[in-house]
């Protein structure tokens, strides 16, 4: 039955204090409305408050509220009072003696009342039936439709808040976003006992609330994996960036027992990109998000497990076996790993920046806060191919979007058609040979300071929103060590070893190492945190693929 399936869990509810009379609200409900709707009833004003918290945080919806006028504590007039704050939209019916009914007609006007009825109300199909079906049709044709997703109250200005949003966003887990100055985002902090001083607040789907979880909490509770389900593997991937994930698609494919570990979200930098366009066989482009969707449905089909979550701090040698160490202390083990873990953007050292990162600076978010800054001036700093790709997203809603860039142009680091896109978009423009000398702003980004490089000139200008995409920094400190790195942190790797092309003073087998092949045998690299790699996402994948190959290579011969 349609209507069935579509209300499947929106609740009539109905309060009593005579459980007789309780019980005799509820069959006649059931008797007519049990196939489609669900019936609650409880016994005091309180206990119903309290069900209607525990709907409210679970994202169920409350058509109808039944309420008996006479009940000690609270009667039903204070209940709907403040039933009101926390499903507004519900339908509202007052159940009354005949003595009762002056109290009644008063209620219309305190708590917006619907209707209310007389007791008794037999027979049902003349007294009740009739008026919970015209309650029931107008609700139905309001808005308020369930949203089966994640919830998070925050406040625009938090730091934290950004975070968690762009972990949902960035692991596909669907989330509404309510601010916590908002009526319905006050309501749900008011059902999970939160005064709001502690944010974000994350409602799961099922109800259950997490005051400012941090990333492990989340990931647990909204359903990715962050466990591992075994003690040894054949190959721990670590890093879910395109590298990473071609390596899991691959190894898990030819029969590989693969891991992958992500510290954050799968997608890596690529991931954050609004339109990739030169990937091969995507002639109209494709977007970081659904080519990392698909690639982690991919690795998961073959029957790859991927870790979302969890941070790996160390890389041990145990005889044949390589040993992953996280952070909370446990580990895994394997007979190989590739080291995928990507770079990060380096951060702005000018003044102001790290106190108001996620409070208008962000790093490689502009898919999550693009709605919040529609209509505003926004700076992009950077001026690679994903500070093009961030300035072509953004300037769909924006006013206006500046780049700024150190260099007199933007031919040496962008791809030929992302500067044509740039010069064509009118609301888009470029100031070279400039750089971000301070942000400035109490809770939020207010103004910065530009400085042009040939001149040494400062000007102060009005920004809200500034998103940096400059350089590249490698993750990886926690292999020091252990994995021989150049200057620069980037793992090195075959004949890159070593100035001559000899293997390294340490290596012990008879071969040199194959060529993403780091200096600890079975150990190998791919992608942006090779040093001399091409970062590009095309190369990234190839190397998460070749390095499979070798992996399987050196298997044969251990």
Same mark, same amino acid.
Request: hydrophobic share 40%; charged share 20%; glycine share 10%.
């Given at each position: ?235 721990? #991937?670590? !890093?879910?960036?395109? =590298? *990473?994930?071609? +390596? ?9 027992? &693969?891991? $992958? ?119 992009? #700093?950077? !001026?690679?191919?994903? =500070? *093009?790709?961030? +300035? ?9 979007? &500046?780049? $700024? ?119 190998? #690299?791919? !992608?942006?945190?090779? =040093? ?27």
């Amino acid at each position: 039955m349609a209507q069935a399936a579509e209300t499947a869990r929106t609740v009539i509810l109905t309060v009593d204090d005579d459980p007789g009379v309780s019980r005799a609200v509820a069959r006649d409900l059931r008797r007519r409305y049990g196939e489609s709707y669900r019936i609650v009833r409880a016994e005091s004003g309180e206990s119903a408050l309290e069900a209607l918290r525990e709907l409210k945080l679970r994202g169920d919806l409350v058509a109808v509220i039944l309420a008996d006028y006479r009940m000690p504590q609270m009667n039903g007039i204070e209940f709907l009072e403040q039933a009101l704050d926390v499903y507004p939209g519900a339908r509202r019916v007052l159940l009354t003696a005949y003595a009762d009914t002056n109290a009644a007609i008063d209620a219309i006007n305190v708590v917006d009342l619907d209707h209310y009825l007389l007791k008794p109300w037999d027979p049902p199909e003349e007294k009740l039936y009739p008026v919970l079906d015209d309650l029931l049709q107008a609700w139905r044709c309001s808005d308020f439709r369930p949203v089966p997703s994640t919830k998070v109250v925050g406040h625009r200005w938090s730091a934290r808040s950004s975070e968690v949003r762009e972990f949902l966003a960035r692991n596909q887990v669907p989330y509404r976003w309510y601010s916590a100055d908002e009526p319905e985002g006050q309501r749900l902090l008011a059902a999970a006992g939160q005064d709001g001083q502690r944010l974000p607040l994350v409602i799961t789907p099922e109800g259950a609330p997490l005051v400012a979880p941090e990333a492990p909490e989340l990931a647990a509770q909204v359903g990715l994996a962050t466990t591992p389900t075994a003690e040894f593997y054949d190959l721990v #991937v670590i !890093g879910g960036g395109p =590298a *990473g994930l071609g +390596a899991a698609v691959y190894g898990a494919s030819e029969g590989l027992r &693969t891991v $992958l570990v992500e510290r954050s979200a799968t997608g890596g930098q690529a991931g954050q990109s609004s339109r990739i366009e030169n990937y091969l066989g995507f002639p109209d482009g494709v977007s970081g998000g659904q080519l990392t969707d698909r690639a982690r449905r991919q690795a998961a089909k073959f029957g790859a497990e991927i870790l979302t979550a969890r941070d790996v701090t160390a890389l041990e040698i145990n005889g044949a076996a390589r040993v992953v160490r996280f952070s909370d202390g446990s580990a895994i083990a394997a007979h190989s790993v590739i080291l995928a873990t990507g770079v990060s953007y380096r951060q702005l050292e000018a003044p102001g920046c790290i106190d108001l990162t996620g409070c208008g600076v962000y790093y490689g978010s502009a898919l999550t806060e693009a709605a919040s800054c529609h209509g505003h001036d926004i700076y992009i #700093v950077g !001026g690679a191919n994903s =500070a *093009g790709q961030a +300035a072509m997203y953004l300037s769909k809603g924006a006013k206006s979007v &500046t780049l $700024l860039v150190r260099g007199p142009d933007l031919s040496a680091s962008m791809s030929h058609y992302l500067i044509q896109q740039i010069n064509e978009a009118p609301n888009i423009s470029v100031r070279a040979r400039t750089v971000v000398e301070a942000a400035h702003g109490s809770d939020h980004l207010e103004q910065l300071t530009l400085r042009d490089v040939d001149t040494g000139q400062t000007e102060l200008v009005d920004a809200q929103w500034m998103f940096v995409f400059i350089g590249a920094a490698p993750l990886t400190d926690w292999l020091d060590g252990t994995v021989l790195r150049d200057d620069h942190g980037f793992i090195l790797a075959g004949p890159d070893l070593s100035a001559d092309g000899r293997p390294p003073a340490d290596w012990e087998l008879d071969r040199p190492p194959y060529h993403l092949e780091t200096n600890i045998p079975g150990v190998f #690299v791919a !992608g942006d945190a090779r =040093a001399e790699s091409a970062k590009r996402v095309a190369s990234a994948v190839g190397e998460g693929a070749m390095a499979v190959m070798l992996v399987h290579r050196y298997l044969e011969q251990s």
